[in-house]
């Protein structure tokens, strides 16, 4: 199984490159982390908010592997804490398809994402920035195969 963020974004602060890369790597063969970067629309002035939301969404799914698991972060899905993120993962590895997970911008995800996505999953009802998010989620999946791996990260 394969892990994918898609994340709207691009050319991160280097420390969160590096804390992301970290936890990526600790991740093994059996269950990688790939971050897929999908440029952010243009928002300057009087820009038309909801539309770059839209055209972001629709590059976020033009970007999910066919026969993915889509799960949507968003502010109003369901909480999770890390033993039912493990309970997540344990069932997609045993499913054996890849798991995608969809970071939108900071106007949040396009409906359409919404819509398509199996699951809508909150990482906290505080509001997180979005680099910041990438790194929550690479510790928090490397986190969750430590717990289903009895490895001692997870105390």
Do not use: F
């Not at 502010?75 to 344990?90: F, K, S, W």
């Amino acid at each position: 199984m394969q892990i994918h963020i898609i994340a709207i974004g691009e050319r991160m602060p280097e420390w969160v490159q590096a804390a992301y890369a970290e936890y990526a790597r600790r991740l093994p063969h059996e269950c990688r982390l790939t971050l897929h970067e999908i440029p952010a629309g243009k928002r300057s002035k009087g820009a038309d908010l909801a539309r770059l939301t839209r055209d972001e969404g629709a590059r976020l799914l033009a970007a999910v592997p066919a026969g993915s698991r889509v799960v949507a972060l968003d502010r109003n899905g369901r909480e999770l804490d890390t033993q039912m993120l493990a309970g997540h993962i344990e069932k997609q590895l045993g499913a054996g398809c890849d798991l995608v997970l969809l970071v939108g911008g900071p106007e949040g995800l396009a409906p359409e994402c919404l819509a398509a996505a199996h699951e809508c999953w909150s990482l906290s009802k505080l509001t997180l920035a979005h680099p910041v998010v990438r790194v929550v989620l690479a510790e928090q999946l490397y986190r969750a195969w430590s717990i289903l791996k009895n490895l001692p990260y997870h105390r």
